[in-house]
């Protein structure tokens, strides 16, 4: 509903200027936000990139096309945030992901 279409740009963007939108207001990240802000060196890391480029075109590249590449951020994101975390922090990014998705969802 919010990106217009099943973008992985447009995504990007969103992501963006929520961020962007924040700062200028002056309010400061939750934990969730903050943790989110390594989501691109994860990213680099999981394709083992060494890139200036977003993680928006590391997915594309490694997608079929863009709508592919939507649906592989959200596999990618929810193995991000279940990184390392124990079974209770996980079941509070699950509700991360699934709010995410509410988002993009067209």
């Known amino acids: 509903m919010y990106l217009g279409r099943h973008s992985i740009f447009n995504l990007q963007a969103f992501l963006d200027g929520y961020y962007f939108a924040r700062r200028e207001i002056g309010v400061p990240l939750t934990e969730e936000e903050a ?31 863009e709508k592919s590449a939507v649906d592989r951020f959200f596999s990618l994101f929810e193995e991000f945030i279940n990184r390392d975390k124990s079974q209770e922090k996980d079941e509070k990014q699950v509700e991360i992901v699934s709010n995410i998705q509410q988002i993009a969802s067209i």
């Open 35 to 65: 943790e989110f802000q390594e989501f691109l060196k994860w990213i680099r890391d999981r394709f083992n990139i060494e890139t200036g480029q977003l993680w928006a075109s590391i997915l594309l590249f490694h997608s079929a096309d």
